[in-house]
């Protein structure tokens, strides 16, 4: 039979994902309606030069990964690379210019031509928000506690969260200046991309992947101290903001982000289940100017990336979380199913965890059900057990089975659970 792949980067979603993609989905309308956000749909095409002006003409993103083409008119479109932009797009025919908050959350695909690995698609799917219109060290903490409440809400607790700040546009000349004459002298160890983002862009070296460049960015000047004070207090404000809320981060100090419409905070957040080189979400304040505007519009958000929450909860079922039950009951009749859960229950007061099945379903399902729990014996009861007062425990790894009283059912499993640990 001939096999029609998608084209690399993407995939089909069919209804055992699509079901986890909706909890997330649900989770995120939910959280983010208690903060006061309303959601807004833009389209999955803009006008290229939306992007080019407002994530920065020299990002990894503009310069090498949009997906852009030219429509019958001859117009330059481009499939969006990230929501920031469009939302802004959109909210700019609202007061946000007059200074008046707006709160969105948005969620669909977004595009990038990247090197598909695991993890990295090329149309990918964000869920994020944007707090549009004003600015203020408050707003900045909210949505991180927001992000933590929806992070929470799906599992991902353990996330860690690292933040940094990018100050103001006008503190990054002294900063910069420190950074070139660092990076200079190390140049020649460095990728090409980092030899031109010396000359063009110098930011943009603190977000290199490559290793060698790496470990040469670790030893980079903390550039903090030659921000303005201003920016320094705002920073300060987050990060008590953050302590008041009971909002666990790690500063660090050379945290830039991928984008260039950045400014104050900035943070990512990873996951031990899939490494700190593989964010789950990221973003931050930014001002974005958009097409024929001079005057850049302020806001604060995130986006995070639905399939890597969901390898992220997947990694974590594996990883043990979902330890396999020690054993599974089977009820066949519903006195049965009342024995079944007196029983399993007892045993999960001696310490088991037990999987049981406690509607009626076919026995077909039921063992279905206990294959499922990775619990090494099913425990069968059915009618005739119930008139013999006896049960039938099942080796689920090599289909035996045998039958013993009732009375003994307590006692066996315990006895067997305990050899299987
Ligand atoms: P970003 O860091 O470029 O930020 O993307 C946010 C998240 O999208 C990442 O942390 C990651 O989980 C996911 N993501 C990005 N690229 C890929 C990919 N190729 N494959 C799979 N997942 C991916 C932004 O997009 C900003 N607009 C976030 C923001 C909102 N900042 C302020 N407001």
């Known amino acids: 039979m001939a096999t029609y792949a998608p084209p690399p980067g993407t995939a089909d979603i069919f209804e055992d994902e699509a079901s986890e993609w909706r909890c997330l989905e649900s989770a995120a309308r939910e959280v983010f309606s208690h903060y006061g956000y309303g959601e807004l749909r833009t389209p999955v095409f803009e006008y290229t030069e939306l992007f080019q002006r407002g994530l920065g003409g020299e990002t990894e993103v503009v310069q090498k990964e949009m997906y852009t083409f030219a429509d019958r008119g001859g117009r330059s479109l481009t499939l969006r690379p990230e929501g920031t932009a469009g939302v802004m797009r959109a909210l700019s025919n609202t007061d946000v210019l007059n200074g008046v908050e707006q709160r969105v959350y948005y969620m669909g695909p977004m595009f990038r031509g990247e090197r598909p690995a695991a993890g990295r698609r090329r149309q990918f799917h964000q869920i994020g928000v944007e707090n549009v219109g004003r600015c203020a060290p408050l707003l900045d903490a909210e949505c991180l506690a927001m992000l933590r409440a929806f992070l929470k809400r799906i599992g991902l607790d353990d996330a860690e969260l690292v933040i940094n700040t990018r100050g103001v546009r006008e503190d990054r000349p002294a900063a910069e200046k420190v950074l070139r004459e660092y990076f200079s002298q190390h140049i020649g160890e460095m990728c090409d991309d980092c030899r031109t983002r010396l000359e063009r862009n110098i930011w943009r070296i603190l977000d290199c992947k490559q290793e060698g460049c790496g470990k040469i960015i670790a030893g980079a000047p903390e550039y903090l101290k030659y921000f303005s004070q201003e920016s320094r ?26 984008l260039d419409y950045y400014v104050h ?39 995070a990336g639905v399939e890597r929450l969901l390898l992220a909860r997947q990694a974590l079922e594996k990883s043990g979380t979902a330890e396999p039950a020690a054993a599974y009951f089977v009820g066949l009749t519903p006195k049965m199913r009342i024995a079944n859960l007196a029983l399993a229950n007892k045993l999960r007061e001696a310490g088991l965890k037990i999987a049981l099945e406690l509607e009626e379903r076919s026995f077909k399902a039921q063992l279905r059900g206990a294959n499922k729990s990775g619990a090494k014996f099913a425990v069968i009861r059915g009618e005739s057990e119930a008139e013999k007062g006896t049960a039938v425990v099942k080796n689920m790894a090599d289909g035996s089975q045998c039958e013993m009283p009732e009375a003994e059912l307590f006692e066996y499993v315990l006895r067997n659970a305990a050899q299987i640990e």
């Open 233 to 258: 207090d705002y920073f300060d404000q987050v990060c008590r903001a953050l302590d008041a809320l009971g909002v666990k981060y790690r500063v660090e100090p050379r945290l830039v982000r991928g």
């Open 265 to 303: 905070t900035v943070f990512e957040l990873t996951h031990p289940a899939l490494g700190a080189q593989t964010a789950i979400a990221g973003g931050g304040r930014y001002e974005l100017f958009l097409p024929g505007q001079n005057r850049p519009v302020p806001g604060v958000g995130f986006a």
